[in-house]
């Protein structure tokens, strides 16, 4: 399970940045390395929330600036 | 105010029968319709299954992979198109030039599907649930704004959602806006793409072909029953002249005068005689000081709905009177289909395809005579002619009219 949401979040993440997979590092930080626009963060939380039907509450959405950060919030709600 | 002249440099177009403006006036010449089957979705449960749909369109040609996914259809032919058009017009947009640089579009249906979509999501999966990244292609000026993001262009952007005359509206806008000095340069635009839900709406108003008769695009033919949707961009870049010349541009032609009325009658009918049409076609020759003797060829607004056709011919006999029998009428959505606001954008391009070619596309499917439409229409491409002035008009249901004026850069 927990390698699964791993694939799958990474694929998320990857089709919406436009980054391969097989360059998209884990902890680069959305806005600082991958310099992001705020526009595809939303999407990045939206379709984490879509995907696995779980809202991410309004405070920590500023946390989620890494593909760990989303996988290691994703793996605390999903047990 | 002393007018500027306002000439046009550069062409773009994303057509169904044809990509940019050799492959598009070869398809012209030689009457290719871009009609065919539907295959975007699936049109079991419609009498009707034909459109001018854009096919063999690869984006990615044109504007590369990167940012391709946040581009919705109607933004992938604008861009496409404004493409074209700057490269054929040699513009260089840079940081000095940016802000003396406009975009003005003609478009009304282009983010039906997206809006559609859009709900859809809302209602099925809930608020919480709904991917915002697709808001933002559900606004009626998305494409435009999409080719002033792609393009760097920051001197204006404009969408122009007048239905059938969106197009001459959005170059009326732009002539304005150099007239007036807010720009020296403005990438006019017209898009449409064709969705289950516009085609829906068409359908069930009953204004498709194939409905009451066969399914063809024939305009001003007997057998003429509706409407063929049809999709796509057209993008021309206009100038003012004294800008246009400082950088040695290639001068298409000269935007001469431009007129629109409106004229509503009842929801979704047309005015029976035309007088908006008229109206628009008269103020357009007496701006242009072009007599209507030098009127080389007519690009009709004609689709093949029944009253449309009537009409326009009716009008065109009072305006011209004897001339009438002289004039050839060219229809090129008897090819396209009726692309709504994106059909002037087409009709402007075939028409500089004419002055640049020395070709008048023939009116396909042109078979039966009506004994109310009786002009001289071209029944075969006419080739090796001197096309120096091409009238232009627009129109529908709905009390929108305009009509354009070109000229032949001399």
Redesign the interface.
């Known amino acids: 399970m927990a390698n699964k949401i791993d694939d799958e979040l990474k694929k998320i993440v990857s ?2 940045t ?1 980054i391969p997979l097989d360059t998209l590092k884990p902890d680069a930080d959305f806005f600082d390395d991958l310099k992001i626009d705020s ?2 963060a ?2 990045i939380v ?2 984490f ?2 995907k696995y ?1 779980i ?1 991410i509450p309004e405070e920590e959405i500023p946390k989620m600036r890494s593909l760990s950060k989303i996988i290691a919030f994703a793996k605390d709600k999903i047990k | 105010m002393d007018e500027k002249k306002i000439v046009i440099t550069g062409i773009g177009v994303v057509a169904p029968n044809g990509i940019g403006k050799e492959k598009f006036w070869d398809a012209l010449k030689n009457s290719n319709s871009g009609i065919k089957p539907i295959s975007r979705f699936d049109t079991a449960d419609f009498k009707c299954k034909l459109a001018g749909e854009v096919s063999d369109f690869k984006p990615a040609d044109y504007l590369g ?3 391709l ?1 946040e581009l919705d259809r109607s933004s992938r032919f604008l861009c496409a198109a404004a493409k074209l058009a700057i490269e054929d017009a040699g513009l260089s947009i840079t940081e000095q030039n940016t802000d003396s640089i406009g975009v003005c579009t003609g478009t009304t249906l282009s983010s039906l599907w997206n809006i559609a979509e859009y709900d859809r999501e809302v209602i099925k ?1 809930g608020p ?6 697709v808001f ?1 292609g559900t606004v009626a000026n998305a494409a435009s704004s999409r080719v002033s993001i792609l393009f760097n262009i920051q001197g204006f952007n404009a969408t122009i959602s007048t239905g059938y005359t969106s197009s001459i509206e959005a170059i009326r806008y732009a002539v304005n806006c150099i007239q007036l000095g807010r720009a020296r340069a403005v990438l006019v635009g017209g898009v449409e793409s064709i969705s289950p839900a516009s085609f829906t709406g068409f359908y069930r108003l009953g204004f498709l072909a194939g409905l009451k008769g066969e399914e063809v695009s024939c305009p001003f033919d007997k057998r003429r029953n509706g409407i063929i949707l049809g999709e796509g961009a057209g993008v021309i870049v206009l100038e003012d002249e004294t800008h246009a010349k400082k950088r040695k541009a290639r001068m298409y032609a000269e935007v001469k005068s431009a007129a629109s009325t409106f004229d509503a009658y009842k929801l979704g009918k047309y005015q029976p005689q035309g007088k908006g049409l008229y109206q628009s076609i008269r103020k357009t020759l007496s701006r242009s000081r072009v007599s209507p003797e030098q009127i080389d060829c007519v690009q009709a607004s004609a689709n093949s709905v029944k009253e449309h056709d009537k009409i326009e011919t009716a009008v065109l006999r009072e305006v011209f009177e004897k001339l009438a029998d002289k004039i050839p009428v060219t229809a090129v959505k008897s090819v396209l289909g009726e692309s709504f606001s994106a059909a002037g954008l087409f009709q402007v391009i075939s028409s500089l395809g004419s002055m640049q070619e020395g070709f008048v596309p023939a009116v396909a499917n042109y078979r039966e005579k009506d004994p109310e439409c009786n002009l001289q229409y071209v029944t075969k491409t006419l080739s090796s002619q001197k096309i120096a002035n091409v009238l232009i008009n627009n129109f529908g249901p709905g009390g929108n009219n305009a009509a354009l004026l070109l000229s032949k850069y001399q």
């Open positions: 089709t919406i436009e526009m595809k939303i999407e939206a379709a929330e879509k039907k809202v | 992979e990167k940012g996914r999966d919480l649930f709904t991917d915002a990244g933002s």
